[in-house]
């Protein structure tokens, strides 16, 4: 049972500000269970309680879970003074306390998940989870067959750590470029890129498709979003149950 005041209820669900909510509240256009209310204060319970503003039922959502194709160009944060961060492209968002789940490098695509649930975040991202994570990346120079086994084992880094085994898939290759399929179960910095560099190539193009056994939406342009159905949240959280 969360109980939380009128007047946060109302701001939370983007009806105004705080003061301006308040203002409502007392001019008599907010009713709970059907009667109207006039003191800002008064707790509601979110989770049974029915508010409504000027007659129309304002439904509260406590977590927000949105799948974003990342764009190029755009900050894997919430907020930032000067870039644009995978939290302003969701335009539609009701909670003022969006976060992206983890981080994509700024000119990395794919999938994102956008939330307020800071409980699941951490667990997802806790390292002892080793939630996997596949990229398709586009590579310039060498990344032959050997590389397979190599990553297969951990890989040894420029810094000199070594990753965990991963899976690699080589998909297609032309002279100059070839296509991977790289599955990852830790997070570390530019992993992705710092492997690839370790086998002797240089990614050109990443794009994150999977999360545990979350899919990117392939009918998702990149730049656009959707929230997760309850399907895909359940697939979420099931990465982390045990924790
Ligand atoms: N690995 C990288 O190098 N970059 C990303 O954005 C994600 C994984």
Redesign the pocket.
């Known amino acids: 049972m969360a109980q939380i005041r009128l007047d946060k209820y109302l701001a939370d669900m983007q009806l105004g500000t705080r003061s301006e909510v308040k203002e409502m509240i007392r001019r008599g256009r907010v009713s709970v269970n059907g009667s109207l209310i006039k003191s800002p204060d008064i707790k509601v319970d979110i989770s049974c309680d029915r508010v409504e503003k000027d007659g129309t039922p304002v439904i509260y959502s406590e977590y927000e879970y949105y799948m974003l194709n990342k764009p190029q160009g755009v900050l ?1 944060a919430a907020r930032d003074k000067k870039a644009k961060t995978v939290v302003d492209l969701i335009s539609d968002k009701k909670r003022k306390d969006l976060f992206p789940i983890g ?3 700024k ?2 695509e794919g999938l994102l998940v956008i939330t307020n649930d800071g409980e699941l975040t951490h667990k997802l991202l806790t390292p002892k989870f080793h939630v996997p ?1 596949t ?1 398709y990346a586009k590579v310039e120079g060498e990344m032959s067959e050997d590389a397979v086994g190599l990553f297969k084992d951990g890989i040894v880094l420029a810094d000199g750590t070594k990753t965990l085994p991963a899976q690699l898939e080589i998909m297609a290759k032309t002279e100059d470029i070839t296509e991977i399929l790289l599955t ?1 179960y830790e ?10 560099e370790a086998a002797g190539g240089k ?1 050109i193009y ?1 794009k ?1 498709l999977s999360m545990g056994r979350l899919e990117l939406d392939a009918t998702l342009k990149t730049g656009d979003y959707r929230p997760l159905t309850d399907e895909e949240l359940k697939i979420l959280k099931g990465e982390v149950q045990n924790a």
């Open positions: 894997s981080r994509l490098d000119d990395t994570k990229y990852i997070g570390k910095f530019h992993q992705v890129k710092r492997m690839v990614v990443l994150r």
